[in-house]
């Protein structure tokens, strides 16, 4: 029988697995369990079993690419590292957090998800519909989105798709590769979102440039009157508005701020696209998410970027490991700032949709629905396990739990009233 566990880390992406511990990125295998650093995973080749990764950056932009491989993780912190050797076998839950040292998987555990058909309607316990959307970077992503049941691709990262030779893409590589990624999506409605740079997700085509893609600088439409970005864009749009004509397509405009920005950048899509692609703003800053009412005056929908957005709440760079406690998924005033960009946006909130790491926090999704928000972009691996926290939840429930945690004061008081050990989810302020 497998033991106790003695370790209680932040549960990161569910599911159990058990393997001998190793330290280092480069040589991993289905036998091991990962002991490493966000830093590390740049450097990953092969896959383990699980991975237990030490002062972690959740909202990180290498964080996203760990989930979207779908492998059992837990967070900890250098402290509870300490207790953990090279070569020692280690059982982990990535849905409860528990660690088991010198032992097999953990005892206590949560059952598998329910399979899920494509597109299939998901409703609350009592009935309210919910859209779970997919996340993806590939094609291969975009199929496994679908296999698990997924509303449709609610954010494909185009920056992701780029010629492996390292050129620059033309028209003619996203006309396959857009292609390739919309049969594989099939028969699933898709939003691509135009190239999003950032700092350390640069494409090997494009020259170096000093503090290109950093929180508070270039990046989204930012960038799009540089060259040779502004080639790359129009390249991607002559790809999208031929594909138009045989597939679902909405586009997504990254990190648009004003008004006028946005009216500027549509304009432009617009004349090259045909009218029966819809086309959305990605919300990513303070300014942006709150002057949402205007943004849907002008925009189809809508997208909060969740990831950047906490950000731009805390003052925090997000793949800043130093920072990472700063970035609190269980803040009440976050809570608070959702509940006024819901009220704001009143009848149209249909229209919006939450992108990034939040929703898949543990214990965040029914505290979002009680806010009122039912349309959610997450990565494809996560869309199971969520579906079944939908489908086992009253929607009174959870504005209930919404409205107690908009009334909390600290971040402790939050974990109280979600029910969830501060120990496996230290208060982030302390």
Sequence with gaps: MPSEPILHGMPYFPGRAAGRLHTRPDSLTGQHIALITPGDIRHITGLPAGFL???????????????GLGIPTVLIEAGQAQALQTGMPVGIDGMTGEIGINAGIP??????????????RLNTAD???????????????????????????????????????????????????????????????VTVRLLDLAADKLPAWLPPTPRLGEPLGLQGVRLYHAHPIQQVIQDQLTALAELADTHAIRLLLPFI????????????????????????????????????????????????????????????DRDEPVLRHYLDPYAPVLFRLFRQIAASAGERLERIQLCGVLAQIQGVLPVLLGLGYRNFSVDAPFIPYLADTIAGISLSDCEALAADICTARTTQQSLEILQLDSQRHPPYLA
């Excluded at 002062?55 to 690419?65: G, L, R, V, W």
């Excluded at 005892?107 to 299939?120: D, E, T, Y």
């Design 53 to 67: 990764i030490v002062e972690p950056t959740p909202f990180s932009h290498a964080m996203i690419t760990l989930l």
């Design 107 to 120: 005892a206590r555990h949560a059952p598998s998800p329910q399979q899920r058909r494509p597109g299939a």
């Design 257 to 316: 701020v004003r008004l006028e920005e946005l009216q500027c950048w549509q304009a432009m899509a617009r004349r090259r696209l045909p009218d029966s692609v819809r086309i959305g703003a990605m919300a990513e800053t303070l300014a942006a998410v709150l002057d949402i009412p205007h943004l849907l005056d002008s925009a189809d929908f809508v997208a909060i970027g969740c990831n950047d957005l906490m950000q731009a709440v805390f003052s925090a």
């Design 127 to 189: 009935g309210t519909r919910v859209r779970l959307l997919a996340s993806v970077r590939s094609a291969a992503a975009a199929g496994q989105a679908a296999a698990a049941g997924a509303s449709g691709i609610g954010l494909v990262r185009s920056e992701f798709l780029s010629p492996q030779d390292g050129t620059i893409p033309d028209a003619d590589f996203y006309r396959r590769s857009f292609r390739d990624l919309l049969d594989a999506a099939a028969p699933l409605p």
